[in-house]
């Protein structure tokens, strides 16, 4: 599962998915929608560190969590279950 997972990392990297933000390299690893929920991953390159960005268009909330490298992916799925 892991080999999948890195090598869909791998892909979005070398295709260039690198945005910035305030002044920081942060790469877009992996992002999903549903019913106005927006979820990513992000990865930045200065500090490597991962984030998970959780944006409800409906309702205008939105948070961020800090997501360590073993658990990114069960951050990123689950971001409801590290949020509380």
């Avoid at 892909?11 to 927006?38: P, Y």
């Avoid at 997501?67 to 409801?80: G, Q, R, S």
Wanted: glycine content about 4%; hydrophobic content about 50%; charged content about 25%.
């Amino acid at each position: 599962m892991w080999v999948a997972v890195l090598e869909r990392v791998v892909s979005r990297i070398l295709a260039g998915a690198v945005l910035v933000d305030a002044g920081c390299m942060k790469t877009e690893l992996a992002q999903r929608e549903n019913e106005g929920i927006s979820v990513t991953l992000f990865w930045y390159q200065e500090t490597d560190r991962l984030t998970v960005a959780v944006r409800d268009e409906r309702t205008g909330e939105a948070f961020d969590l800090e997501a360590p490298a073993l658990k990114a992916m069960d951050v990123f799925n689950h971001p409801y279950a590290y949020a509380a």
